[in-house]
């Protein structure tokens, strides 16, 4: 625990202070719905499927293809999200999180068992935005827009630093970026 304690650093820590005096009871009711529909990627997960599920009301064929390669390349973004992001990295760094260090920042009851860095909320919300972006630039923009959404919420919450959440959108934005590049290279004309 110590050699994980020196990954927390005075940035980090005055942002996240700055981010947790700004808690009011409508920021709650704002953050904790967004925070808590990233837990286990489950509102991208449905998104998924609607994308999917709109492929076959479109009439075009180039319209279903798009759709189609949407969907399955949403949950491709998740998974390759999840594997690098959950499974790779936080157990290599496990980093503790801020409401482990300072238990007052913990006043939604958030409980977590993994380590802190990087974020996977944030890294699954913005794995998704390239992938949005290429099949419909406004749904790229209102990924866009959650993802910046979730990150925040995470400080917010105290349940990541500001770098996991920064680290979670880089991850996340690369991996949704390499998915579109694959889905246009083996599907050409797909998004």
Known sequence: MMRSMLLVNPVDSAITQAVVATRTGLGDIIFWPITTSGNFACVWIVLGALLLGWTWLQSPSTA???????????????????????????????????????????????????????????????????????????????????????GFSRIYVGAHWFTDVIAGAAIGTILGIFVVWAIRRLFPSSL
């Open 64 to 150: 279903r293809r798009q759709s189609l390669a949407a969907g399955l390349g949403v949950w491709t973004a998740l998974a390759l999200s999840q594997l690098i992001v959950e499974v790779t990295i936080k157990p290599l760094v496990n980093r503790p999180r801020p409401l482990a260090i300072n238990p007052t920042w913990n006043h939604l009851d958030i409980t977590t068992v993994h380590s802190s860095f990087p974020s996977g909320h944030t890294g699954w919300a913005f794995a998704v935005v390239p992938v949005l972006w290429a099949w419909d630039p406004r749904a790229g923009k209102a990924g866009l827009a959650f993802a910046l959404l979730m």
